[in-house]
């Protein structure tokens, strides 16, 4: 199935015809020529194929190119004005922030995203932070990074965990469910937690919502955080299992692409899950086997608890996305059924119209033809005609293409 798509890329106007299945990375690459933007995991989990679609950061990979419609797409070739690099392509090159070269297309998108949202962020906010603390520069610096993926690392007596939590945000007539990294950063008797987008997760626990739990006891605290994020996983993927529920029964009475289309980005959103709570749970499998966190006597169950929950949540979002696959392959055949069974009824049609018009043919040449000088010529011409047409249409029927 193939979709009309208009949008824009670096403020100029594109109209493509595109699969179904068509990524937004394969568009740019190889549609567009625009070869900045780069192929590494095509899994989401590298961040090289970073581009800006509607002032926020997002993976070409994961994005379906029937979702472009009306969409402003930036990407790495639209930093710089002509020949005018920007001020961010300049700073990287002036502090050699290059790497290989591969991925630093997808880091000035990041940063480029970072930036606008937050266009003043200074070096003193973070050196303030990291000196009051002596924090390791690099700890907030990577829990801000939207392409962090999730860890957990130790350096003399501070320690930094980097988890995906959900984010959701309203768009157009709906939501969109995608997550952030979540950084928790240990240091002497002080937990600071760091993230580009404010979490409901962490709101929770400062407007005193959540009962039982103590600050003093740090590793007690983080695992509680760790547990309310589990659970806000399985919150939110049962929030995407009624919307794809909704978006079916639509789908079962109108058959239109737009319902497809939600179906789509629904399926988007249990693939960022899916990526994230495998990541968390390589952090939890690695609390549990090393001793990184001085626990509690009940650490060890709380730890065991948050590690189910987020097993739990990996498994509803792989059946969820198999149904949700399944669902939207069905739902493609039908529509292409349906298509097809249109087709052979017009063929049909057509077959039964066009015998009239083949007698009408026959009989208006400039020769002699039979009836031609008897005096109900015409009407027994007709007469013919509709009869054989009358045949035909019962033959069809018959073989039932009506």
């Known amino acids: 199935m193939e979709y009309r798509v208009k949008f ?10 595109v699969p179904a299945n068509r990524t937004l990375l394969s568009v740019l690459r190889d549609d567009l020529a625009l070869t900045g933007t780069k192929e590494g995991c095509g899994a989401g989990e590298c961040g090289a194929c970073t581009v800006i679609m509607d002032g926020l950061a997002v993976n070409a990979c994961l994005i379906l190119a029937p979702e472009l419609n009306g969409k402003h797409i930036e990407t790495v070739e639209g930093l710089a004005k002509g020949d005018q690099l920007s001020p961010l392509q300049e700073s990287f090159i002036e502090h050699m922030a290059l790497q290989c070269g591969f991925c630093t297309p997808g880091m000035l998108m990041s940063a480029e995203s970072l930036l606008r949202e937050n266009p003043h962020p200074t070096r003193e906010e973070i050196d303030g932070i990291n000196a009051r603390f002596a924090l390791d520069p690099t700890y907030i ?34 939501y969109s469910y995608t997550t952030v990294p979540l950084g928790i950063i240990m240091v002497d008797d002080v937990i600071i937690t ?42 939110y993927l049962k929030q995407i299992d009624k919307a794809s529920m909704f978006v079916q029964t639509r789908l079962e009475a109108s058959m239109r692409n737009q319902e497809l289309l939600q179906m789509m980005k629904l399926e988007k959103s249990l693939v960022y899950f899916s990526t994230s709570l495998k990541g968390n ?36 979002c792989a059946i969820y996305r198999d149904i949700m696959s399944g ?73 039932k293409m009506f």
């Open 327 to 399: 669902t939207m392959d069905a739902f493609a055949s039908i529509i292409s059924n349906n298509l097809n069974v249109v087709m052979k009824v017009l063929t049909s049609l057509t077959v039964v119209l066009s015998i009239p018009t083949l007698f009408a043919s026959l009989w208006g040449m400039n020769v002699g033809v039979p009836f031609e000088n008897a005096p109900f010529g015409f009407w027994m011409v007709l007469g013919i005609s509709v009869v054989a047409s009358v045949a035909a249409f019962v033959l069809l029927w018959r073989k």
């Open 281 to 316: 749970e390589m952090v939890l499998e690695k609390m549990l086997r090393m001793d990184m966190l001085r626990k509690y006597p009940d650490d060890s169950d709380l730890l065991e608890d948050v590690i189910i929950e987020n097993k739990q949540a990996m498994e509803m």
């Open 8 to 17: 824009y890329v670096n403020d100029a106007p594109v109209e493509l015809t």
């Open 194 to 235: 760091v993230s580009t987008r404010e979490s409901t997760i962490i709101t929770d626990f400062t407007e005193e919502r959540i009962r039982g739990f103590w600050t003093f006891k740090r590793t007690r605290f983080i695992l509680q955080l760790l547990h309310r994020n589990a659970s806000r996983f399985l919150a």
């Open 141 to 174: 610096q990577s829990a801000l990074d939207e392409e962090e993926s999730a860890r957990i690392e130790r350096d003399g007596d501070q320690t930094l965990i980097i988890v995906d939590i959900p984010y959701v945000e309203a768009e157009g007539n709906g």
